[in-house]
C-alpha cells in the first residue's frame, strides 16, 4: 500500500526518558512534516524537511530533534521526556509542485505518546 | 499571526440532518484553505479544498465555499449519515508556504 506509515502506534514511557518515532512515506514525495495533537485535538505543525533539509521550525523545544536520513523517512528524537509532551504525533508528506503553497498534505495514523 | 476559528463542539445529529460547521480565518494575502477529516483512530484526510475567492470546494457530498468577504469557509451537508462521525478541522495554507494552520477542531457524532 502506498501510505505514510509510522512506528510505534502506542509509546508509553517514564519521564525523562529518551524515544524516537519513526516516519516512513512510499509517495514519492520530497517534504515531510510533524504535528502534534493535544489532548483537546488541537493540531500544530512542528518541522518541515524538504529533501532532507529542514524548512519549518516551529517553537518547539530543542529537547525535540527531527532526523531525516532520506527522502523518505524522517523520525522524531525526544529528549528527556516530560508530561506535557504527552499527545498524538503525526507525520505527514507532500509533493511540492510548483509554488509552495499548493500540494496536499497526507497523513500518517499517528503515534499516541503517554508519559507517566 | 495566521489563525482559523471553528465552531466549539461536539455537535450531534440525527441521522439525515443537515450539517454546518462553522469556519472562519484570519490571514494576509489570500490563502488556500481546506476541510480535513479524521475518523476514530485513524489519521487526518483531505476532505475539499478551495484556493481561491469563491471557489466553491465538494467531494462526498460535502460542500464550502470560499468567502472572502467574511473570511469563511463554512462546511455544509444536506444529509449526514452515521459514518460521517468524525472530528473535522478548517486548515489554511498561503501561498508560498507549506505550513498548515489549524482550527481547535469539531466533533461531529451522527445517532441513527
Known amino acids: 500500500d502506498t501510505a505514510v506509515s509510522q512506528t510505534p502506534k502506542y509509546l508509553v514511557t517514564q519521564m525523562g526518558n529518551d524515544k524516537s518515532i519513526k516516519c516512513e512515506q512510499n509517495l514519492g514525495h520530497d517534504t515531510m512534516y510533524w504535528y502534534k495533537q493535544d489532548s483537546k485535538k488541537f493540531l500544530k505543525i512542528m518541522f518541515s524537511y524538504n529533501n532532507k533539509e529542514l524548512i519549518i521550525n516551529e517553537t518547539v523545544p530543542n529537547r525535540f530533534s527531527p532526523k531525516s536520513p532520506d527522502k523518505a523517512h524522517l523520525n522524531l528524537h525526544i529528549n528527556s521526556l516530560e508530561l506535557g509532551d504527552s499527545a498524538v504525533y503525526f507525520c505527514?508528506?507532500?509533493?511540492?509542485?510548483?509554488?509552495?503553497?499548493?500540494?496536499?498534505?497526507?497523513f500518517g495514523p499517528g503515534t499516541r505518546l503517554t508519559v507517566l | 499571526g495566521d489563525s482559523v476559528t471553528q465552531m466549539e463542539g461536539p455537535v450531534t445529529l440525527s441521522e439525515e440532518a443537515f450539517l454546518t460547521i462553522n469556519c472562519t480565518y484570519t490571514?494576509?494575502?489570500?490563502?488556500?484553505l481546506f476541510w480535513y477529516v479524521q475518523y476514530p483512530g485513524e489519521g487526518l484526510q483531505l476532505l475539499l479544498k478551495a484556493t481561491k475567492a469563491d471557489d466553491k470546494g465538494s467531494n462526498k457530498g460535502f460542500e464550502a465555499t470560499y468567502r472572502k468577504e467574511t473570511t469563511s469557509f463554512h462546511l455544509e451537508k444536506g444529509s449526514v449519515q452515521v459514518s460521517d462521525s468524525a472530528v473535522y478541522f478548517c486548515a489554511l495554507k498561503k501561498s508560498m508556504s507549506e505550513k498548515l494552520t489549524f482550527g481547535t477542531g469539531t466533533r461531529l457524532t451522527i445517532i441513527p
Open positions: 490571514a494576509t494575502g489570500y490563502p488556500s
Open positions: 505527514a508528506s507532500s509533493q511540492v509542485v510548483g509554488l509552495a503553497g499548493n500540494s496536499e498534505q497526507f
